[in-house]
């Protein structure tokens, strides 16, 4: 079974502790996020978790808790995120050159195969576009590729909670195609495989039709893996994973983000407790537990991982 920390949330950034709390008692306990009052109890035992990724802005929380992590035998991949944006976009991201040094001593412990970046989403407003935009991609290629042959991009989706005043865009199809041959290109220049999130990126040369949990790095090393026959969204083609996060437990309050309902707001800075069974919440007496583990695990119904796109 792969374990996904999380496309929900940023488990490393905020919930390090959580985490590894999980992994000692062996289980997490994950609401359903369609049906709600249906709990799982996944196993997260060293003999069921083939490999954990971790999808993160920050993974200086979790760096000190790695030597644990390996300690118990678990494998791990790490995706992180890198954009150009400032506090205005997202206002509690750290310095973007206090996570590269982080990724840079990450990989120098697990291997470079065990890394990728991600610039996602890509979004314009005035004074934002191309130029600003290959400015910033060859820059932050440069710094990535210390400790990454991989990034990952995607353009931003515009879905309904973001509504129609919202300050930034996706590029038009013509910018889109524009800014893919030049960041193919750069990526080409530092040795960096580009590949489009949930996308052919227009057919265009350069690009890897690569998915983000792709069986390609699962298969380089040896970690066994099932293609999803329930994509998470249109395009997608990750191999099977559960998630273990929860939506609105993610501080870093990005603008663009579909995993927090309300930005300034989220639920986790009122209540949090590490040592929960769950990320958030409890178990009540009307909810259905249900034991998953190994196949059993995708059951859950991660349908709604995008709320509101459609």
Excluded at 43 to 64: A, G, H, Q, W, Y
Excluded at 151 to 158: K, M
Aim: hydrophobic content about 35%; glycine content about 6%.
């Amino acid at each position: 079974m792969i374990v996904s920390a999380s496309r929900r949330t940023d488990i490393p950034a905020f919930h390090s502790e959580w985490f590894i709390n999980r992994l000692r008692a062996g289980y997490a306990m994950v609401r359903n996020p369609v049906s709600r009052n249906v709990v799982h109890r996944v196993d997260l035992s060293r003999s069921n978790v083939d490999c954990i990724v971790f999808l993160t802005k920050n993974p200086m929380p979790m760096e000190n808790r790695l030597g644990e992590v390996s300690r118990m035998g678990h494998m791990y991949l790490f995706q992180v995120t890198l954009t150009p944006y400032g506090r205005d976009i997202e206002p509690n991201v750290p310095f973007k050159a206090d996570v590269n040094d982080c990724c840079v001593r990450i990989a120098d412990r697990i291997g470079r195969d065990r890394m990728a970046w991600r610039y996602d989403p890509v979004a314009y407003r005035p004074g934002m576009s191309l130029e600003y935009h290959r400015r910033k991609f060859t820059m932050l290629c440069g710094e990535a590729s210390k400790w990454t042959d991989r990034c990952i991009f995607s353009f931003l989706d515009l879905y309904g909670k973001l509504g129609s005043d919202f300050p930034l865009c996706p590029p038009s199809r013509a910018e889109g195609m524009e800014f893919v041959r030049m960041a193919a290109r750069v990526a080409d220049d530092y040795g960096i495989v580009l590949s489009h999130c949930c996308g052919d990126a227009f057919g265009i040369e350069g690009v890897s039709g690569r998915a983000c949990l792709d069986r390609e790095t699962f298969r380089s090393l040896n970690i066994p893996y099932e293609l999803s026959d329930n994509p998470l969204r249109d395009g997608c083609r990750c191999v099977r994973s559960i998630d273990i996060g929860d939506y609105d437990t993610c501080l870093h309050d990005c603008t663009y983000c579909y995993a927090n309902r309300a930005h300034r707001g989220s639920r986790m800075a009122r209540v949090y407790n590490p040592h929960s069974e769950m990320l958030y919440g409890t178990v009540s007496e009307d909810d259905v537990v249900v034991d998953v583990g190994g196949r059993d695990a995708y059951r859950i119904d991660d349908s709604s991982n995008f709320p509101n796109r459609r």
